[in-house]
C-alpha cells in the first residue's frame, strides 16, 4: 500500500478521503495549519469508525508559507490536494482569497515534484469551469474555463479559476513528470458537525 498525503485534514472533505484512505490500507500524512488540531481531527475519524493510530501523522504546513511541505510530502507516492481558502464571507481584497489558493496550490506541487511523487489529485470546483458565461445548453468540457472578468464573478470563483490554471501550467511547463488530475465537484453537501456521513460528490480514488 502506498503512503498519502492529504492537504487540509481538518476539514470536511479532507477528513473523508482520510477515511477513505485509511480504509483501503494506505498510510496516510495529513496538513494541518495548527499541530493542535491533530486531536479533532483524530476524533472526527473516531466517529467515523476509524482509529488511525500509528498510520496517520501531522505536519504543520500553511498555504500562504513554504515551511512544512517538504516534510508532508517525503515519502508520499500520493498528494490529494484538498486545503483551499474559504472564508464564510467575501473578503474585502480579493487577493486575500486568491493569493493563498494559487501560490499554495503550486507550493504543493513544487514539493510534491521535488519528493518524486507520482501523481498529485487537487479538488478544484465547478467554480473555475461555469461562471461568468452567458446562459448555455452545451455541456461544458476541460476547455472551458471561468471567466475570471465576468459579471459578478465573486472572489471565490476566482480563486478556484486561477488556482486550477496555474496548476495545470505547472505540470505542462515543469511537472517534470508528476502527474495531476483534477476533480471538479458541483457541491459538497452533509453534515459535519460531531458527525460523518456519505460524502455527497464523485471523487477519484489513487
Same mark, same amino acid.
Given at each position: 500500500?502506498?503512503?498519502?498525503?492529504v492537504?487540509? *485534514?481538518?476539514?470536511?472533505? *479532507?477528513?473523508?478521503c482520510?477515511l477513505q484512505?485509511?480504509?483501503?490500507g494506505?498510510?496516510?500524512? @495529513? $496538513?494541518?495549519? !495548527?499541530? &493542535?488540531?491533530?486531536s479533532?481531527v483524530r476524533g472526527?475519524l473516531?466517529?467515523?469508525?476509524v482509529?488511525?493510530?500509528?498510520r496517520?501523522?501531522f505536519?504543520?504546513?500553511d498555504l500562504? +508559507?513554504d515551511?512544512?511541505?517538504?516534510?508532508?510530502?517525503?515519502g508520499?507516492?500520493?498528494?490529494l490536494?484538498?486545503?483551499?481558502?474559504?472564508?464564510?464571507?467575501v473578503? +474585502? !481584497?480579493?487577493?486575500?482569497l486568491m493569493m493563498p489558493?494559487?501560490?499554495g @496550490?503550486?507550493?504543493?506541487?513544487?514539493?510534491a515534484?521535488?519528493?518524486?511523487?507520482?501523481r498529485v489529485?487537487a $479538488?478544484?470546483s465547478?467554480?473555475?469551469?461555469?461562471?461568468?458565461?452567458a446562459?448555455?445548453k452545451?455541456p461544458f $468540457?476541460e @476547455?472551458?474555463?471561468t471567466?475570471?472578468n465576468?459579471?459578478?464573478?465573486q472572489?471565490?470563483? +476566482?480563486? +478556484? @479559476?486561477l488556482?486550477e490554471r496555474?496548476?495545470?501550467?505547472f505540470?505542462?511547463?515543469?511537472?517534470?513528470?508528476?502527474?495531476l $488530475?483534477?476533480? !471538479?465537484?458541483?457541491?459538497?453537501?452533509? &453534515?459535519?458537525?460531531?458527525?460523518?456521513?456519505?460524502l455527497?460528490y464523485c471523487w477519484?480514488?489513487?
Amino acid at each position: 500500500m502506498s503512503k498519502v498525503l492529504v492537504t487540509g *485534514g481538518s476539514g470536511f472533505i *479532507g477528513s473523508h478521503c482520510i477515511l477513505q484512505l485509511l480504509a483501503a490500507g494506505h498510510s496516510v500524512c @495529513t $496538513t494541518v495549519r !495548527n499541530l &493542535q488540531r491533530e486531536s479533532d481531527v483524530r476524533g472526527l475519524l473516531r466517529v467515523g469508525g476509524v482509529e488511525a493510530g500509528e498510520r496517520l501523522s501531522f505536519v504543520a504546513a500553511d498555504l500562504e +508559507k513554504d515551511a512544512g511541505w517538504a516534510e508532508a510530502v517525503a515519502g508520499c507516492e500520493y498528494v490529494l490536494h484538498v486545503a483551499s481558502p474559504l472564508p464564510p464571507s467575501v473578503p +474585502k !481584497n480579493e487577493d486575500a482569497l486568491m493569493m493563498p489558493a494559487r501560490e499554495g @496550490t503550486l507550493r504543493v506541487l513544487r514539493a510534491a515534484r521535488g519528493a518524486g511523487v507520482r501523481r498529485v489529485v487537487a $479538488t478544484s470546483s465547478f467554480a473555475a469551469i461555469g461562471y461568468g458565461h452567458a446562459e448555455r445548453k452545451a455541456p461544458f $468540457t476541460e @476547455t472551458d474555463w471561468t471567466d475570471v472578468n465576468g459579471k459578478d464573478v465573486q472572489a471565490y470563483p +476566482k480563486s +478556484k @479559476t486561477l488556482a486550477e490554471r496555474a496548476a495545470w501550467d505547472f505540470i505542462a511547463r515543469e511537472g517534470a513528470g508528476l502527474e495531476l $488530475t483534477v476533480v !471538479n465537484p458541483v457541491a459538497c453537501l452533509g &453534515q459535519c458537525w460531531g458527525r460523518i456521513i456519505r460524502l455527497r460528490y464523485c471523487w477519484c480514488s489513487v
